[in-house]
């Protein structure tokens, strides 16, 4: 989520992924037994040539590394410590600022931030989703091909878990109350406390580990330099004999745990207001289809960047650990402590249809390039013109994809928008995820535009010509 890519286009669908472990099994292993494992040919000791050295850093090098690697935690930490029980102090948006240095003082100190029981809780969430993970049914789907041949297979139940994990949280709820959600909700400084303490010890566990053995390095952490290598990612797929660190970290501890964060922001509103305002009603329904979509699609998140080309060290531990459940939640929060504002009926006819925008644009633009991969002469797309390239592949300059190079990302920020619209404009907070989502679809937009250049060549330059908008149409 570290980019917590939750949804591609180039993902496949359950369908889709069960046919190509089908298809691959066919052509590769038969594999009979239902645990992931490595499936293909038994690679013992990838020759050297196959974990080359890192030449070109990104974020900056060694030097950005350190900057974001020390940030990170403090932007999570800085953006909670500004609402507190005692509300947000912040009235307007110039004031807030100030509002943060001042707020972050008294807070900084350490009784403040650790606690045993918020460490215990945090740790008791992560095994919960770890024996999730081990117990619960769940379909094996095969990982893309790796570069030393091998291909993994991967357990494929964070739906389940999800599922098992509301009927649970029921169960307790009826028979003991609130108690449980009121303590997450209240603790929420010292559980990211937590977080980053967990954080910290599994990245930098994870990067001593890569050096045991014989291990399959991502091309972009083998700098040689420990603080690049510990934050973009040492090893590609580490794993604890069948259980892949990396897919679990993804989509389970962080992403449920972001709906979990809301549920208990909800019913902590619901106990010291007595209702729960429009607003956090719509905040969380929209933001817990975010999820779930995500969950019943998780074989997609196999073909991500994330998976098929990063390492898992800081970067991805933080996004998926930290940055998506503890800032993701800033809307649920800040309504929790500011249950005075409502939205009206006008107000949420105008966020749900903003919503809606966003999502029919994100979901229609990425099927449709789902679609047109797996099939161009496919029922849905044949209608559709595309052009040819020397490399192979042919791109759309019809439908969605005729009408911005990456309409999808578009969609995709309305709906960030439509999450943080019903918190009004009292305060900054609440924003935070749309102008840091720009920030990220922008600079993701850049470094896809490099690949595709480097792919597609001067074919590139003419679909550019071709479909002259990045983004928004008619507007850049
Ligand atoms: P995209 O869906 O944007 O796919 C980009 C790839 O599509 C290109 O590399 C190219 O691959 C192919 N492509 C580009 N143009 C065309 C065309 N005209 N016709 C056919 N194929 C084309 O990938 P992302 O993973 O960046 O985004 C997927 C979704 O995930 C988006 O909706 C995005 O908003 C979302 N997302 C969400 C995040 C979050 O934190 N919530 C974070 C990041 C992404 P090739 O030609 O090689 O097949």
């Known amino acids: ?22 298809s691959a099994d066919r052509a590769i292993t ?71 240095a001042a707020h972050l003082q008294p807070r900084v100190a350490w009784s403040a931030l650790f606690d045993p029981g918020a460490l215990v809780a945090y740790l008791g969430w992560f095994a919960w989703c770890v024996a999730m993970y081990r117990l619960l049914p769940g379909d094996t789907v095969r990982g ?49 406390f937590s977080a980053i303490l967990f954080t910290y010890a599994m990245s930098l566990g994870l ?30 797929n580490p794993r604890i004999g069948n259980f892949d660190l990396k897919q679990f970290c993804e989509l389970r501890p962080g992403l449920i745990g972001w709906l979990l964060l809301d549920v208990a922001f909800l019913t902590k509103q619901y106990v010291t207001a007595g209702y729960v305002t429009d607003a956090m009603a719509l905040v969380v329904m929209f933001q817990a289809i975010y999820v779930i979509d995500a969950l019943y699609n998780e074989p997609k998140v196999l073909t991500t960047m994330d998976i098929t080309t990063d390492g898992f060290g800081y970067m991805l531990v933080a996004g998926d650990l930290l940055w998506v459940p503890f800032t993701y939640t800033l809307q649920a929060r800040y309504l929790s402590q500011m249950p005075a504002t409502h939205l009206g009926w006008l107000g949420v006819l105008g966020v749900l249809a903003l919503n809606a925008l966003g999502y029919y644009i994100f979901r229609s633009a990425n099927s449709e390039k789902d679609a047109f991969r797996s099939d161009p002469t496919g029922p849905r797309v044949k ?94």
């Not at 989520?1 to 472990?21: E, G, L, W, Y």
């Not at 974020?59 to 507190?84: D, E, H, Q, Y």
């Not at 005729?402 to 578009?410: K, L, Q, V």
Request: glycine fraction near 6%.
């Open 1 to 22: 989520m570290a980019t917590t890519a939750f949804d591609s286009p180039a993902r496949n669908t359950r369908a889709q992924a069960r046919k190509r472990v089908a």
């Open 30 to 100: 038969p594999s009979p037994d239902p645990q992931p494992r490595i499936a293909t040919r038994d690679v013992k000791s990838p020759v050297p040539e196959l974990n080359p050295r890192t030449h070109s850093y990104e974020f900056a090098g060694p030097i950005g590394a350190t900057i974001l690697s020390v940030t990170m935690p403090m932007i999570v930490l800085g953006l909670n410590v500004l609402c507190t029980p005692d509300g947000c102090p912040a009235a307007s948006w110039v004031s807030s600022t100030t509002a943060l």
């Open 207 to 236: 990067y001593l580990a890569s050096f045991k053995g014989t291990k399959l390095l991502a091309l972009g952490g083998n700098s040689g330099n420990p603080i690049y290598d510990f934050f973009i990612g040492r090893e590609l």
């Open 383 to 476: 209608h559709l013109r595309y052009m040819e390239t020397a490399a192979g592949s042919k791109l759309l300059i019809s439908g969605w994809w005729g009408r911005a190079r990456h309409i999808n990302y578009f969609g995709d920020w309305l709906m960030s928008v439509a999450w943080s619209l019903p918190c009004g404009f009292a305060h900054p907070i609440p924003y935070f995820y749309p102008v840091y989502f720009a920030v990220l679809l922008v600079h993701r937009f850049y470094r896809d535009e490099h690949k595709c250049k480097t792919k597609y060549g001067k074919d590139w330059d003419k679909y550019c010509a071709l479909v002259p908008y990045r983004i928004v149409p008619y507007v850049w």
């Open 144 to 192: 893309t091909p790796l570069r030393n041949g091998q291909t993994l297979l991967y357990k494929i139940n964070g739906f389940n878990t999800l599922v098992f994990t509301v009927i649970c949280l029921l169960l307790v709820v009826n028979f003991h109350g609130p108690d449980l959600l009121l303590y997450i909700a209240d603790n929420f400084v010292p559980i990211i």
